[in-house]
């Protein structure tokens, strides 16, 4: 029996992967496990593998195309084995990538009297009174229509007529949006969502009265990461109650520790350690002792985390990405320096694969290399709470009675106020500020936690 | 007003009524049909032959053609006939003068003539009246340029409509459902209460789907309406009373706002009213539907005699609530 490679979903919030590049060509044998696909998805590059052994006996879709989750993209069968002639969609389809092709429906479907409305009583063989259930035109039986996996490859998107108008409307790129009608076809519901983000977004959305928008000018179409992160800024801008604190911290002892530990950590690391290593590191350790930065807010409570997951925000040319260093309180410096490097590369060539992007349980942001004093940052749900860093910069601070230039650095706190009050905000930056002074708590090796 | 006033009347006792009504009104209406002077098989033309005199109240031969012929030259020489045709099986026999005389003698005289006639009869499988008896088909006629089609479901409609027919100057079948004659509802008095032909009248509000009903089946979509409401579904009721001219203006603003249709009627789906609907409305509203049309209907095959199987054939509540279910989830 074939069985249909499909568009994995990767995460609760994938509608739909780019296909990059097939591993595995037509004819070619493949074993259960192995790579055949590379696809992509607005934050990670992952590889789809063979669901079963058997030969490829067909892409099903080009690369470069794009196609929603758990939509066929290949077909795996044994060698003479023919095409299945309709891979069918599966509405909800299971985690895995892989499903059976199911045996085809059966035209008659049991179910109320009339239902299906149509009886042919007496058919061509005139045996009258043996009712058969037949389709809704001429009396034939007609199977559902079920639109061609292919579809996508075509540039068609099943949709009632509805949905493709409101999609129209609201400049919604029907493609990828998962289809809960019959045969995975779009309908209005499956756009609500979507239409009431770009309600929220939309810069047409003028209150009454107020000038029209002028008609000249470029419309920049969204992409599917713009897309993300409107939706997710927009969703924490409305659902968290932030409050921002800050403080300086003198940076002296931090970058005399970078200049030191430099030369050394380039010859263990090969590169060099960089100010976020720095504030990783020590966000990492404040966090330890603040266990209430590091949760998030649930129903059932405040949930506090067991890792230490530090996201770090990196600019892309078409917006951002937030690859995570996981257990960062246990990791020596140079390893922090060793993993962020790799990352901040994957994330710029496009390669982070997904379990780099995930998981983060406090997030930090720095647009210090922009020469940016201070500035706030959007908690990056569901976590609690986000460091923002401004750049290091000579200022004269009044010490003891003497007035000093210092290298100072004003870091932001944004906190979820359901979780952290002001007093505990305080005390996590007040202690972050603490370890940047005496930047070689950074270098002890800590004692695990208890 | 004294117009206002109301009875409850039965279905048949509001045609009665209306007959009554209008031939006191204009002598001009006369009623032909097999047994109408003695009331009809089931009592619609009581009492007529007493009060307006046998030349009025017209019995006739058992011939479809020939009554049908005598009616469409009495039309056109200014009287304002009501043919009863006892039951539309029948109607068979008297479709040349219906199709082919009464329909086109207006056009085809350009204008010179008119048949103001009225054509009453009853459908419907309830009974066990058997597959001769029980048909509906309303569709046919549809077909035919030239003739209007009425299917009230209410006795406040059917005295209302065929007051309307009566007074229209073009032939008009009134189809009756057998299934109505005994239900109840209040009807009004006098020049009160007249429906004009092609306006639909919305029986239950809704915001989810649209169930367009025909005659007996309104009464059915209700139940299936309130039955569905415990769902959480909102089923707006059209009821649409004459077939042509049909009142596709509301039923169109009714999809774009539910942006799904269901179409329900006793007679067979294929080749129905619901296709001729379900074909208009598309059409009217397709960028508004975000689903399929749907239609119900009987299944095809002959009416059964069965009580039981006769049952199982018409289309129901119960039919209409899984229907309705299934639409709402495509």
């Known amino acids: 029996m074939a069985t249909f490679v499909l568009m994995p979903k990767l995460g609760q919030e994938m509608t739909e992967g780019t296909l990059l590049c097939w591993l595995k060509q037509e004819g070619e044998d493949v074993v259960k496990g192995e790579p055949i696909a590379e696809i992509e998805t607005p934050k990670v590059t992952a590889e789809v593998e063979a669901p079963a052994d058997g030969v490829l006996l067909k892409h099903l879709v080009p690369e470069g195309a794009t196609v929603p989750c758990q939509e066929a993209i290949a077909v795996i069968g044994a060698a003479a084995e023919d095409i299945p002639p309709l891979p069918p969609k599966f509405p909800t389809a299971p985690a895995s990538a892989a499903q059976e092709v199911p045996a085809p429906a059966t035209p008659f479907t049991p179910g109320a009297d009339h239902a299906e409305a149509e009886l042919s009583a007496a058919g061509s063989d005139g045996r009258a009174g043996r009712p058969q259930r037949a389709g809704e035109e001429g009396g034939r039986s007609v199977p559902a229509p079920v639109p061609e996996a292919g579809g996508s490859k075509f540039g068609y998107v099943p949709a009632s007529p509805l949905a493709k108008r409101l999609a129209r409307e609201h400049g919604i790129e029907l493609r990828g949006v998962r289809g809960s009608g019959s045969a995975g076809s779009v309908r209005a519901r499956d756009l609500q969502p979507l239409i009431a983000a770009s309600r929220r977004l939309a810069p047409l959305d003028v209150p009454p009265g107020a000038a029209p928008l002028p008609q000249r000018g470029i419309v920049i179409p969204h992409s599917s990461m713009r897309r993300r992160i409107a939706e997710r800024v927009l969703q924490s801008t409305q659902r968290l109650p932030h409050f921002f604190i800050s403080l300086d911290i003198d940076m002296g002892e931090a970058l005399k520790l970078r200049a030191g530990a430099a030369p050394r950590l380039a010859q263990q690391v090969g590169v060099e350690v960089t100010i976020n290593d720095l504030l990783v590191k020590a966000a990492a350790l404040a966090l330890r002792q603040h266990p209430l930065l590091n949760s998030s807010w649930t129903d059932e409570g405040i949930r506090v985390h067991a890792e230490i997951n530090i996201g770090v925000v990196v600019a892309l040319e078409e917006g951002l990405i937030v690859p995570v260093v996981r257990r960062a309180d246990e990791k020596p410096l140079a390893q922090v320096c060793r993993e962020l490097r790799t990352l901040s590369t994957r994330a710029r060539d496009g390669s982070l694969r997904r379990q780099e992007t995930s998981g983060g349980t406090f997030s930090i942001s720095n647009l210090g290399m922009h020469h940016i004093d201070r500035f706030t940052a959007i908690i990056n749900e569901p976590e609690s709470a986000v460091l923002a860093v401004g750049s290091i910069a000579e200022r004269a601070v009044a010490r003891e009675g003497q007035l000093l230039v210092r290298p100072m650095m004003t870091a932001t706190l944004s906190c979820d106020h359901r979780v952290i009050d002001g007093v505990v905000g305080s005390a996590f930056l007040n202690r972050l500020r603490e370890i940047l002074e005496s930047p070689n708590l950074l270098l002890v090796e800590e004692p695990e936690r208890h | ?330």
């Not at chain 2, 008297?94 to 459908?123: F, I």
């Open chain 2, 1 to 330: 007003m004294p117009e206002a006033a109301q009875r409850e009347l039965t279905f048949l006792a509001a045609i009665t009524a209306a007959l009554k009504e209008e031939m006191a009104r204009d002598a001009a209406v006369m009623v032909l049909g097999e047994d109408v002077a003695v009331g009809g098989p089931f009592g619609a033309t009581r009492g007529l032959a007493e009060e307006f005199g046998t030349a009025r109240v017209v019995n006739t031969p058992i011939s479809e053609g020939a009554v049908m012929g005598v009616a469409v030259g009495a039309a056109v020489l200014g009287r304002r006939p009501v043919v009863e045709i006892m039951f539309i099986d029948f109607i068979t026999l008297a479709m040349d003068q219906l199709v082919n005389q009464a329909a086109k003698l207006h056009y085809m005289s350009g204008g010179q003539l008119r048949v103001p006639l009225v054509v009453r009869t009853q459908c419907g499988a309830t009974g066990s009246y058997a597959a001769q008896h029980s048909q509906c088909l309303e569709a046919w006629f549809l077909h035919v340029p030239g003739v209007k089609v009425v299917m009230p479901a209410t006795p406040a409609d059917a005295r209302g409509l065929l007051k309307a027919a009566i007074r229209d100057d073009n032939p008009v079948l009134f189809i009756e459902q057998r299934g109505l004659y005994w239900s109840k509802g209040a009807v009004e008095e006098g020049e009160a209460g007249i429906v004009p032909l092609g306006r639909a009248a919305i029986r239950r509000g809704g915001e989810d789907v649209t169930v367009v009903a025909l005659a007996s089946m309104v009464s059915e979509a209700l139940s299936a309406a309130g039955q569905l409401a415990e769902e959480g579904i909102s089923a707006e009721v059209i009821d649409p009373r004459s077939l042509h001219p049909l009142d596709l203006e509301t039923i169109a603003e009714s999809v774009k706002k539910t942006h799904r249709l269901l179409i329900v009627h006793e007679a067979v789906a294929q080749g129905g009213v619901g296709a001729e609907v379900a074909m208009q409305a598309q059409l009217a509203a397709f960028n508004y539907l975000d689903a399929p049309v749907r239609r119900l209907g009987a299944p095809f095959t002959p009416v059964p005699y069965s009580p039981v199987l006769e049952r199982g054939y018409v289309p129901n509540a119960a039919a209409i609530v899984a229907t309705v279910q299934q639409l709402m989830r495509e």
